[in-house]
């Protein structure tokens, strides 16, 4: 899933971020498939997902809830959604591979960490796509810190204004990071953009004990 592979930041703020989609192939097995995804889609809820949303419905931060995300699934159906724990996408993983549905499910995070993963579980990945950086005129990108939130929404539906002005106000104490990180959270509409990690990196810039507040 190429539009989740280039999150930006350190490798410790990308630590606990994960990326999964489950999709059935077009053409190939997508019809009948909708009642799989709603299973998946079932697991992931009781997971708790950092994140969850389709392109039909929105994101949970938009006020949609699981069942309208699986009375809403595609032609072609698909689960996006992000977790914050590697244990919870671990799980995610396994009962999903136990379940044996036939079709196809995609982790990104930290290569190491990922492929680490699925030694544990016994699975070979069919394929490895990685992010090579940003090619071009690097010098009409806005700042590493605002693309830090914008790339984790792969589709390019959260502007570089929205979260400076959600940093100005975190500074300001006018926003807590949770509540930043969530108005951030909203125009992504697939469920990619991880809230949490968000939360974590507005933290940075609220006033001094207000670092943590919901």
Known sequence: MTHSLHRRGSP??????????????????HEGSKDKLRRVLEIVYEEEPANVGSYETGTIYAGVSMEDIKASLAEVPRVRCCFSSREKMKR?????KEMDLGISITVSGLIDEVLEMARELGIKPH??????????????????????????????????DLVEKCIADVRSGKRTPRQAAELIARPCVCGIFNPDRAENLLARYAPPGQEGEQ
């Not at 090619?135 to 984790?152: A, Q």
């Open 12 to 29: 410790e703020s990308l630590r606990d971020d994960y990326v999964l989609l489950a999709t059935a192939a077009a053409g190939v097995n």
């Open 92 to 96: 995610v993983l396994q009962r999903v």
């Open 127 to 160: 394929s490895i796509n990685l992010s090579l950086d940003i090619w071009g005129k690097k010098e009409e990108l806005p700042s590493e810190e605002v693309l830090e939130f914008v790339t984790m929404c792969g589709h390019g539906l959260i502007s570089k």
